[in-house]
């Protein structure tokens, strides 16, 4: 009854949104919401497609993002045996709707004989028996991974969701002694190495426009921060004096904040990106260091040593109103704000172990998102706030997980070497 | 009777003779020329005093560095406080740098694992500084002793008990220049 609810909300909502159009659905599919129930039959190939491995991977990739969703179900292909085959022509809804699925997505794959791909797909709406939006790509073969992404993302945006699938993930991969950032999918496919130093990068944190990441390095000896632009291939050192290190762009862009030492005691600066001006946000003896933006930028979360041990504090972005977050157990670090501003996620050693917490903002209560598997360390939410990137060394050597908001789907994306310090992009572009 | 104990006197004569016979085939033994001792008087030379002055002179930067001359320091969990049973050390270190002026160190300060990689970062800048001032109160020019952390990525060793812990929890002096 619930459900039939919700689906009729949807369809109402769906019913006003244009069909082609750019606009956003302003609704949003909360927690706790039902799934929407998603069937994907065969696509429809041409010859050189046709046992393709190309064809298979668009197809994989894109079931295996909606599926990751936690937006839609995917409606078990054993189903649609029971069923007449498909045919995009003459489509059957009633059949589709019998085997409980809401949305039908119809697509066509072409490879071309220049080696490109043209994926086209349509999205229909089952038990109102209509067409909802359509979408053509086009690219490289060796892009279908991305095409199947773009295709996801498009699923999102029709239901007011973020973006996500196109989103990618910084970290550092350890090969020998170089340690390196790299970047990846979302899912652990097409890694691609960013740095090349023979020194220690670590910590990397991506630009508002995703097309610059600031790191750590320790390629002058001592811990500075560095930022790549990703398509000049330049580097630039942007730090001064002391060490410098884990540092956090702004969610506009605008300003990053860090932790230094130049004034001998590792404090929190503030320094605006366009003036090059800095700021010192924090004047106490004792360690203050990892601090993150919050979502809307008025926000620092970041640890601090000053009650004797390290804990989770919240200050105002120009230093004042400090407040005090975590209050039980005597390690906290590596705070990361989620999205949606409302929960605080942040890495706690109880014993030895290092697990992931979620502490909700508004009504200060604690879950526990990772348990007690080895050390779990460095949590990162996705870009809709609905999944965590984390490192964790549960299987021996560091590897990246990516885990859903209430602990449930966790997964390794990584194998080769050793892999952490994952940080999401904010949005996908 | 005197014939029958001449049969078993004979019989376990070859007895024995053949138990004596199977071993002598066992081991061969050595026949020939004595062995001759070989020796040679040692030469009675005295290595050439070095003073400390005159090794120090010598050495090269990586040799002082492999040779330790400056030993490193372990701290507690968590802690930066120089420890009790440490000071011995850092004092035999400051003597050490008091008798060369013209070295310049470099204190690094490291983690063990039990700690995140950006915290730890910061407790081992703390571990070093702490080393630096003890130093430093001991005489020594704070000009010349630079500091760098290194957080949990360098362990010394593998493991993960307190022994190994402990082993990382440290601050190495590292000669930079003589």
């Known amino acids: 009854m619930k459900l039939r609810r919700t689906i009729l909300l949807l369809l109402v909502i769906l019913s006003f949104a244009p069909l082609r159009g750019q606009e956003e659905i302003t609704i949003r599919i909360r927690e706790g919401m039902p799934m929407v129930p998603v069937a994907m039959p065969a696509f429809l190939l041409n010859p050189a497609a046709q046992n393709s491995e190309t064809a298979a991977a668009v197809y994989d990739t894109l079931w295996k993002d909606l599926e990751f969703s936690r937006i839609f179900k995917m409606v078990p292909r054993e189903h649609y045996a029971y069923i007449p085959a498909f045919n995009p022509n003459a489509i059957r809804f009633k059949d589709w709707a019998s085997i409980q699925a809401n949305i039908l997505i119809s697509g066509e794959l072409e490879v071309t004989a220049d080696d490109r791909v043209i994926f086209s797909f349509k999205v229909y709406e089952v038990t109102g028996e209509r067409f909802i939006f359509g979408r053509n790509f086009g690219g490289k073969k060796d892009l279908a991974r991305l095409i199947a992404h773009r295709a996801a993302d498009e699923m999102l945006k029709h239901f007011g969701e973020r973006p996500l699938f196109t989103s990618k993930i910084a970290y550092i991969s350890e090969t020998g002694d170089d340690r390196d950032v790299y970047i990846m999918d979302y899912d652990g496919q097409r890694p691609t190495r960013i740095t090349f130093s023979s020194a220690l990068d670590m910590l990397p944190s991506w630009s508002a426009d995703n097309e610059k990441i600031l790191y750590t390095s320790y390629r002058n000896l001592s811990p500075e921060l560095f930022m790549f632009h990703i398509y000049s291939g330049k580097t630039e050192l942007l730090s001064s004096g002391g060490s410098n290190y884990a540092a956090d762009w702004s969610p506009a862009g605008d300003r990053i904040v860090f932790t230094s030492t130049k004034h001998g005691n590792a404090e929190i600066y503030l320094k605006d990106m366009k003036t090059g001006q800095e700021k010192r946000l924090t004047f106490n003896p004792a360690i203050d260091t990892s601090p993150c933006w919050s979502p809307n930028g008025r926000e620092i979360a970041f640890t601090s040593q000053r009650g004797g041990t390290p804990q989770i504090y919240i200050m105002d972005a120009e230093g004042s109103n400090v407040r005090r977050v975590t209050m039980e157990g005597s390690y906290h670090d590596s705070p990361a704000w989620s999205p949606d501003g409302m929960r605080l996620a942040f890495v706690s050693r109880i014993e030895n172990r290092f697990d992931i917490y979620i502490f909700n903002l508004k009504s200060n209560e604690i879950s526990k998102l990772t348990e007690n598997a080895g050390r779990n360390e460095n949590p990162s939410w996705s870009p809709d706030g609905r999944h965590l990137a984390f490192s964790s060394n549960r299987s021996g050597r560091y590897q990246i997980y990516l885990v859903d908001y209430d602990g449930r789907n966790v997964r390794q994306i990584t194998s080769r070497g050793e892999n952490k310090m994952p940080k999401w992009q904010r949005s996908a572009k | ?178």
Request: hydrophobic share 45%; with cysteine; glycine share 4%.
């Open chain 2, 1 to 178: 009777m005197k014939r029958f104990l001449i049969i078993v006197l004979a019989v376990s004569f070859i007895l024995l003779l053949s138990a004596c016979s199977k071993k002598a085939a066992k081991v061969a033994p050595v026949q020939g020329p004595a062995v001759e001792t070989v020796e040679e008087p040692v030469a009675q030379v005295e290595k050439p005093y070095l003073s400390e002055e005159e090794l120090f002179q010598q050495k090269s930067l990586e040799e002082l560095n492999k040779d330790q001359v400056l030993k490193m320091i372990h701290f507690d969990f968590d802690m930066y406080a120089i420890r009790e049973d440490m000071k011995p050390v850092m004092q035999a270190n400051a003597n050490w740098l008091l008798k060369f002026p013209s070295v310049e160190v470099l204190v690094e300060g490291h983690c063990d694992e039990r700690g995140t990689i950006e915290y730890n970062i910061a407790l081992g800048e703390k571990r070093a500084e702490a080393a630096k001032n003890y130093l430093v109160s001991l005489g020594l020019n704070a000009a010349k002793v630079k500091i760098i952390s290194y957080g949990k990525s360098k362990p010394l060793v593998q493991g993960v008990d307190e022994a190994s812990y402990f082993r990382n929890r440290r601050a190495e002096f590292v000669i930079t220049k003589k």
